[in-house]
């Protein structure tokens, strides 16, 4: 997208916890890899269930804090700023 001058929009892609859940699929193959290898199933099914439980994870937060942010608007408490 430009704007009028002919320069570019910067716009934010990837958010800081996208990027740490692309990272940890990349830290985890090697170490899936190696605990299969050196026959440590226990860590292994530990790690191969880490990325399973990033979605309910996720919209646990993300409901937690829809919850909490419905709460202080309907409870009838000002806007920060607004006095």
Request: some cysteine; hydrophobic content about 55%; aromatic content about 10%.
């Amino acid at each position: 997208m430009l704007n009028g001058s002919g320069g570019g929009i910067r716009i934010k892609l990837w958010g800081l916890p996208v990027r740490l859940v692309h990272w940890n699929f990349v830290l985890l193959l090697p170490l899936l890899w190696w605990t299969a290898e050196e026959e440590k199933y226990d860590l292994h099914m530990q790690l191969g269930a880490a990325p399973i439980m990033v979605p309910p994870r996720r919209a646990i937060v993300c409901a937690v804090l829809a919850a909490g942010l419905a709460y202080w608007v309907w409870s009838g408490c000002p806007l920060p700023g607004s006095a």
